[in-house]
């Protein structure tokens, strides 16, 4: 679940790229919510509106696994997300922020994990995000991928 459109034609074919190669494991539904126009003095306000959006729509999915991702979350090795991701019995959904980044009220009191330490552009932190979900399962499977 993300914030916005991919819009670089780059980013989107990397992401479709590794949704198809996904596709024989696990069913991928990528949910892109509205972002909020925002111009200087109405940016938290965006961003709260945001987080409603997020909040509404998590609300439907109450049993499932919510992971943010957040660069002050967990670090993660490749094999470790792996690992992670092999315990949870039950629907992941990760959520990635828009331009503005995430709100406390979606930041507070959740699982995070970290892509990098780095800030990422969203669309990118997608392209990143699901190459990282493609290399954990070569690694569940001990597929040639992983190195």
Known sequence: ?????????????????YLKRLSPYAKINVQELKAESFNESNKLRAKEIEAERILSYIKKFEESCIIVLDENGEQLSSKDFAKKLEKINKQVIFIIGGSLGLSNKILENRNKIALSKMTLPHELARVVLVEQLYRAVTIVKNKEYHY
């Open 1 to 17: 679940m993300a914030i916005g459109k991919v819009k670089e034609k780059h980013y989107q074919q990397a992401v479709n790229e």
